[in-house]
């Protein structure tokens, strides 16, 4: 695994954790989902010099297992989630946003509901949390899982993958490939075979009806494998939501529609 050519680390709970900070102002986690090859720098490529050039403090960590960060003992989500919040208890801060993407989301929307320091939230496409929708899109979230689960490390794989998350094809680039590739290797492939075997996360979506902080939802009309569907159903359910739907983009509205993402997550960060 080659060096990352920025960022430091910090000791979570005994678990060597890495993680970009750029920017000043007020402190923004980014969270990244659970598929292969996700993390800060890959994830979130497109997102991170922006917000922090807009008056935040950017926080992109990779979660235990993912990236550069160390493997844990607990692969379960829960155990993530209890991490991130850890991570942010080292760091010190008594304020904060978050950017959750995907599998992400939980761990953000279980921090939202359970630590007072949250502030608004901000949430892409996550079969995690979304209600389960109609037996159609039950069956492709179904499909979806049965594909990266069943992921083993190649060039060809994780470009495959790629194109099923993007919908503009010509973001799946050699060099977009060969990083994804790289963060599905190695301890990072064993650390995806043991999360196969963690149990399942305690279900959240019903607490939902209690989030008391603002949410922004934001999806892509293309996602393959989260249906717009469960975008409204999760809409409905959380209080104080906003949901921004964006056409011609999959399951990474972050890539998909970079410039736009950016602006309307950070305004409503702002607002």
């Known amino acids: 695994m080659t060096k990352p050519d ?3 680390y910090l000791d979570v709970d005994g678990i060597r954790t890495y993680y970009v900070k750029e920017g000043s102002g007020h402190p923004l986690l980014l969270i990244h989902g659970g598929a292969p090859g996700a993390c800060s720098l890959v994830t979130w490529k497109p997102n991170i010099e922006y917000f922090a050039s807009s008056g935040f403090t950017v926080y992109a960590f990779d ?3 993912y990236g550069y960060t160390d493997n844990p003992t607990d692969y379960s989500l829960e155990y993530r989630a209890a991490h991130a919040k850890s991570f942010i208890d080292k760091l010190g801060l008594d304020r904060f946003h978050m950017i959750a993407q995907s599998r992400g989301a939980y761990i953000a929307m279980k921090l939202a509901l359970e630590d007072p320091r949250t502030g608004r939230l901000v ?5 995690t949390v979304a209600p389960k929708g109609s037996a159609e899109s039950g069956a492709l979230s179904k499909k979806h899982e049965a594909e990266l689960r069943a992921y083993t490390p190649s060039l060809d794989n994780i470009r495959t993958i790629t194109k099923k998350t993007l919908f503009h094809q010509e973001l799946v680039t050699e060099e977009l490939v060969k990083a994804r590739y790289e963060m599905s290797t ?6 995806n075979l043991k999360r196969r075997e963690a149990p399942s996360p305690k279900p959240i ?5 209690n ?5 922004l939802l934001v999806w892509g009309k293309n996602d393959q494998g989260v249906t717009l569907e469960r975008a409204l159903l999760l809409f409905q359910l959380i209080p104080n939501a906003e949901l921004h739907v964006f056409d011609k983009s999959g399951h990474w509205a972050q890539w998909d529609q970079t410039s736009r993402f950016n602006r309307i997550v950070g305004d409503f960060l702002k607002d």
Do not use: F, I, M, W
């Not at 979506?205 to 009806?209: F, K, S, V, Y």
């Open 205 to 209: 979506t019903e607490e939902l009806r």
């Open 211 to 215: 989030l008391k902080v603002k949410t």
């Open 123 to 127: 949430s892409t496409a996550s079969g």
């Open 6 to 8: 920025k960022g430091e």
């Open 186 to 191: 190695g301890k990072n492939y064993d650390a």
């Open 63 to 65: 979660q235990p297992g």
